[in-house]
């Protein structure tokens, strides 16, 4: 569906008040992707999901700027060796989520996060929870 938005916003995300409608901002901003809001089925998994991602998001908090400057750089080099123009590209924290989901468990803290998966965003592409890209950046910094 195309999108226009009024007083020149270009994109931006959400969901519509009036409407039935949830839309966000793809390819750096210059895309816009909308759809109807379905609500989904509450299930086991969903409920599994959702505690996973409240840990995870209170664990981003307190995440340092090194680390997260490293899942930067692996996400622009992630999308361009994997994905394409038709395809949306992912951010720093997608990459964080993309790890922390493949745990079986929610992760309660920083120092659980740090025993599970590694100090290193090298230690998280070794230990499985990253696929391996290309670039001549080194990942060193520590996670807390």
Same mark, same amino acid.
Request: hydrophobic share 40%.
């Given at each position: 569906m195309k999108v226009t938005f009024y007083k020149n916003i270009k994109t931006m995300s959400g969901r519509c008040t009036q409407g039935n409608m949830v839309f966000m901002s793809a390819k750096n901003h210059s895309v816009c992707v909308a /759809? %109807?809001?379905v609500k989904p089925r509450l299930t086991e998994n969903n409920e599994l999901m959702g505690l996973k991602?409240? !840990? !995870?998001? %209170?664990i981003w908090k @307190?995440? @340092?700027?090194g680390f997260i400057n490293d899942l930067k750089t692996y996400a622009n080099a992630y999308n361009h060796q994997h994905l394409d123009e038709r395809t949306l590209y992912i951010s720093a924290y997608n990459v964080y989520i993309m790890a922390v989901m493949k745990y079986s468990i929610p992760i309660p803290s920083i120092s659980a996060l740090v025993t599970a998966f590694g100090a290193t965003l090298e230690d998280w592409i070794g230990n499985g929870?990253?696929? /391996?890209? %290309?670039?001549?950046?080194?990942f060193s910094a520590n996670v807390s």
């Open positions: /759809r %109807n809001y991602m409240k !840990a !995870a998001a %209170n @307190s995440i @340092s700027v929870y990253l696929k /391996r890209v %290309n670039t001549t950046a080194t």
